[in-house]
């Protein structure tokens, strides 16, 4: 898991314990899925997606700021499957550069090989939000 260079305190895995609501964004060039969860509960619950691109994108994103008012945002970064870094990959870790330029935010970034895929055999309507809730479930699972 990568961290988007903003000051944080550190708890014993890295994330701080004052960081307790997480946005998770499943980034995609057409549309964009979003989930919410905290900390506590160690669970997300998907919010649906962003069908915009460029600056639209990122004025959606802020109402939902505004709205879920999380501590921290996880995005989604692909890879192939065996781990090397592709178009797709490069374009994620820009979109969470930009997320923390924009919101001062902390960003996480989490391997999302597979969750679309894994949304779509659960049979969600909406894979891309299901799989930025399986993104942030992952990250969830991953701190104390």
Not at 5 to 31: M, Q
Not at 33 to 44: E, I, P, T
Not at 70 to 82: E, K, Q, T, Y
Not at 116 to 141: H, N, P, V, W
Request: contains cysteine.
């Amino acid at each position: 898991m990568n961290t988007v260079a903003v000051p944080i305190a550190i708890g014993t895995n890295g994330i701080s314990p004052a960081l307790k609501t997480f946005l998770a964004l499943d980034f995609g060039l057409k549309r964009t899925g979003v989930a919410v969860g905290n900390r506590m509960l160690r669970s997300a619950q998907p919010q649906g997606s962003i069908h915009a691109e460029g600056d639209a994108r990122f004025v959606k994103i802020a109402a939902l700021l505004a709205e879920w008012q999380p501590d921290a945002l996880v995005i989604g970064v692909p890879f192939h499957p065996d781990g090397v870094a592709h178009e797709n990959t490069q374009r994620a870790r820009r979109f969470g550069r930009q997320l923390a330029g924009r919101f001062n935010l902390p960003v996480f970034e989490v391997d999302e090989r597979y969750t679309t895929t894994e949304a779509l055999s659960m049979g969600a309507k909406d894979a891309d939000a299901a799989a930025a809730c399986i993104i942030l479930e992952q990250f969830l699972r991953s701190i104390d």
